[in-house]
């Protein structure tokens, strides 16, 4: 039995059996025998969706190729793949996918189920992109849902935080292959909240990071470009400075304030470059963080990121990461924090290492108050209720959970307690 932890460390557990097959019948023979079964992605959620003391399997190394259909316009995908591996291949082919997020070591599968996201006012989640399902079901069959085939299974499926069954494949939208441009300089907040909705329609991607203590924050965009000869790599942010403002912070927070200035002074130089889209979405992520986030009415973003940074300085709350904003399009998926509402992404990050709990648990009252929806697979606090009343959807998405799982193989401790699974509706 070894120990399995998630990437911040803040999950562990100890699975009976933690299995990676490489075939089809081999995962199927897995599923038919286990009593409770979880699988694992990159394991990058903060929440313990994954956390199982039974059955924990990866699909990392399942066979599988890239199915693309004749109009170029979708592709089946292996739902293990990272989307490191899969946007690699799509390049190959001359593709790439509609939109992505900060970093790609996830799995296109973990990223579907939680309604991962990157930023563009007009661009919807990972989840949003994903148009058919190969499933597998607690009796180890295969079956396939699209818009037009088992149509309450897929719509419950596009962000099902794996509820439903193990994602085999994954059939996605993608785009032909393109180019980004990024641009990244120091912006004042108040400009930024003052010229927010022309800032935000100049390019196709927006998003910002601001320290608690600053009144700078670090601008950045990216827009579809012209190839400039051979790309030469780099990064978005220089992380090697912000640790060490981080390790010092966690030691000495009085001087968390100082320290955050002093860093965003020495941020000031703009810098651009031009890179292939699946090169350039992605960025490092090496400084270990925990990270609530909560998607609210765009116009409720700023004001809810002003007053939490307010709390912060009021009560000299030792915050060492910053915010990050952030726009995702309305969807219509069930389950989805973007369902029937557009909206402004606010992410509140804690270096790993220090106390997060208290702090996460005042900003979400804020975020709440503004009309925020947690990001599930990211610290919050929801109960059932809570989730009732956020998501109309909920009793038609647990229907269909009952129907293709009545045994509840596929649920764990998390999942039941906060669906409220096997016990009366609130
Ligand atoms: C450094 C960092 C950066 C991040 N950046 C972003 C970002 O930019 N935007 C954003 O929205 N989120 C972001 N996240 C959150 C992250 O995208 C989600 O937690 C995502 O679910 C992680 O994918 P994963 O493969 O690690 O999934 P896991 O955490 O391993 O699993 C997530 C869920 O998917 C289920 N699952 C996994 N594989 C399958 C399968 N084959 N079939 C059925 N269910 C399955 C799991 O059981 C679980 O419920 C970030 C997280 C970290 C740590």
């Given at each position: 039995m070894s120990e399995w932890s998630n990437w911040s460390g803040s999950v562990k557990a100890q699975p009976a059996q933690w299995a990676k097959p490489k075939t089809v019948a081999e995962l199927s023979s897995l599923v038919r025998q286990a009593n409770k079964v979880r699988v694992v992605g990159?394991?990058?959620?903060?929440?313990?969706?994954?956390?199982?003391d039974d059955t924990l399997i990866s699909l990392a190394d399942l066979e599988g190729k890239i199915e693309i259909a004749a109009d170029r316009k979708t592709v089946w995908a292996?739902?293990?793949?990272s989307l490191d591996k899969l946007t690699e291949a799509l390049w190959a082919e001359g593709l790439s996918m509609i939109n992505q997020g900060d970093i790609n070591p996830q799995s296109l599968a973990g990223a579907s189920a939680t309604g991962t996201h990157g930023t563009g006012a007009e661009l919807g989640s990972i989840s949003t992109q994903a148009c058919g399902f190969r499933l597998m079901q607690a009796d180890g069959s295969v079956i396939e849902c699209g818009p037009d085939q088992q149509p309450d299974l897929y719509q419950a499926q596009r962000l099902s935080l794996g509820l439903l069954g193990i994602a085999i494949e994954i059939r996605i939208h993608v785009l032909p292959a393109y180019h980004l441009e990024e641009r990244i300089s120091r912006m004042r907040l108040d400009e930024v909240a003052e010229r927010f909705d022309e800032l935000a329609a100049a390019t196709r991607h927006m998003e910002f990071f601001v320290f608690?203590?600053?009144?700078?924050v670090i601008f950045k965009t990216l827009h579809p470009a012209a190839p400039e000869g051979d790309y030469a790599g780099g990064e978005d942010i220089d992380e090697s400075v912000f640790k060490l403002v981080c390790e010092l912070g966690a030691v000495a927070k009085p001087m968390i304030p100082t320290l955050q200035r002093m860093l965003m002074r020495l941020s000031g130089s703009p810098s651009r470059r031009v890179g292939p889209a699946w090169k350039i979405f992605p960025s490092e992520r090496t400084i270990r963080f925990e990270e609530m986030e909560y998607e609210m009415p765009r116009e409720n973003g700023m004001p809810a990121l002003r007053a939490a940074i307010a709390h912060i300085r009021t009560n000299r709350m030792p915050i060492a990461f910053p915010f990050e904003f952030r726009l995702t399009a309305a969807d219509d998926?069930?389950?989805?924090?973007?369902h029937t509402g557009p909206g402004a992404s606010v992410s509140f990050h804690q270096y790993a290492p220090m106390p997060w709990r208290s702090a996460f648990n005042e900003i979400e009252a804020i975020f709440r108050s503004a009309g925020g929806r947690p990001h599930?697979?990211?610290?919050h606090t929801l109960t059932t209720q809570d989730v009732y009343d956020l998501y109309p959807r909920t009793a038609e998405f647990l229907a269909v959970r009952q129907s293709v799982d009545p045994q509840g193989k596929f649920v764990n401790a998390h999942l039941s307690e906060l669906f409220g699974i096997g016990a009366p509706r609130p």
């Open positions: 990159a394991g990058h959620s903060f929440m313990p969706l994954v956390h199982t292996p739902a293990g793949w608690p203590y600053s009144d700078h998926i069930w389950m989805s924090p973007f599930w697979a990211k610290r």
